[in-house]
């Protein structure tokens, strides 16, 4: 029994002396892969959801460290008048990300909605949210970023671009305030296509007034789809007239 013995002991010290040699072969089996926690970057043709938010093969990905407008937050003019800056930020990642495509997302976290948090670059290099937020279409979201973006920030704010060409609420307040009706409000997860396929409609590819067959399929675009707002074009809330 003890040769027995120590045979057994002998071959477990043989044992573990080579899975530290091929420690490299072995899968991290740890919590935060249980967890999902690390997450391989995403990279493709991105649709844009609103100006912090983009879709990825069927992925909510959330922006890491700003904030941008919601899609029916309105913002003031440099003359006082009330505009849909939410909807403009929307249009001007769109314009921006259709320049250098595709896009890649690296990692960072899941938010509570089980969106994927990442920093995303254009085809170029340059990265999203800094040029977002350089460009007035988007606040540095110090709770989330340190400050990261804070340098950007004030260049817009001493430019007077974007939405700092008047008075705004920041977009975390405004929620705050209309938590009812906002659309950040609900959890988003990933995308279910069928879900898509049985509404009938679909933001992409784009469409016009002309392709579109009644006024509740344009009002669906005009609400979901960050290009619906070029169906209103005296921006009075109703798309293609003719059909509305």
């Not at 999902?36 to 890491?64: L, M």
């Not at 009330?82 to 250098?100: I, K, M, N, Q, V």
């Not at 430019?159 to 959890?187: L, N, Y």
Request: hydrophobic share 35%.
């Amino acid at each position: 029994m003890r040769l027995a013995l120590l045979t057994v002991v002998a071959a477990a010290v043989l044992a573990t002396q080579s899975a530290m040699r091929h420690s490299d072969r072995i899968p991290d089996i740890g919590v935060s892969n249980w967890l999902g926690a690390k997450q391989e970057p995403i990279n493709g043709v991105a649709s844009v959801v609103d100006g912090d938010t983009i879709e990825i093969h069927g992925q909510r990905i959330r922006f890491n460290g700003i904030d941008a407008p919601e899609s029916n937050q309105s913002c003031g003019d440099a003359k006082g008048f009330d505009y849909p800056c939410g909807r403009r930020s929307a249009e001007a990642l769109e314009t921006f990300l259709l320049a250098s495509s595709p896009v890649k997302c690296t990692f960072v976290t899941w938010d509570r909605y089980r969106r994927f948090v990442g920093d995303c670059q254009r085809a170029d290099g340059i990265n999203v949210a800094a040029w977002m937020v350089e460009h007035g279409q988007a606040l540095d979201w110090p709770r989330y970023s340190r400050g990261a973006y804070s340098a950007q920030q004030a260049k817009a704010a001493t430019a007077k671009i974007g939405i700092w060409v008047g008075a705004f609420q920041a977009p975390w307040e405004w929620r705050a305030q209309h938590s009812e009706s906002t659309p950040s409000s609900k959890p988003l997860g990933i995308i279910k296509r069928p879900l898509v396929a049985q509404s009938g409609y679909s933001c992409e590819p784009r469409r016009y007034c002309s392709q579109i067959g009644s006024c509740d399929e344009a009002r669906w675009y005009l609400e979901n789809c960050s290009w619906g707002g070029k169906l209103d074009r005296d921006k009075d809330g109703i798309p293609c007239e003719g059909l509305c």
